[in-house]
């Protein structure tokens, strides 16, 4: 399985960005999905994860409210949608694809995209 994280981009601090995470060669069907985040000199980081069925969403501290993950089950997608961006958001966003919510959560995921940049100026 491959993913193909989208979306990414540059915003002004307060605005929003959508991702967008689709599967190639596979399927999101009874899986659990996450984003992770990585900044320039720190350690990936949990955003958001969500479980096939029952129980969830679960978002990483910083969150705060700010960032809803939803999935698509008829297209094989999931997306994060994120408003109030700060600067301290800029990172690159990966999506990952795992058998548990909480293999995900903990970034045990068994597929990983290859990222996509957001960048959020002050």
């Known amino acids: 399985v491959q993913l193909q994280a989208s979306g990414g981009g540059w915003v002004q601090a307060g605005g929003s960005l959508r991702l967008s995470c689709a599967a190639a060669g596979g399927t999101f069907t009874r899986t659990a999905m996450g984003w992770f985040r990585q900044a320039i000199g720190k350690g990936r980081e949990l955003v958001a994860a969500t479980p096939w069925h029952n129980g969830g969403p679960y978002y990483g501290d910083f969150v705060k409210g700010r960032f809803t993950i939803t999935r698509a089950e008829d297209k094989d997608e999931v997306y994060l949608q994120m408003n109030r961006l700060i600067p301290e958001d800029t990172a690159i966003y990966y999506c990952?694809?795992?058998?548990?919510?909480?293999?995900?959560?903990?970034?045990?995921?068994?597929?990983w995209g290859q990222g996509t940049q957001v960048t959020v100026s002050s």
């Open positions: 990952t694809q795992g058998d548990t919510v909480d293999n995900v959560r903990k970034g045990r995921g068994d597929y």
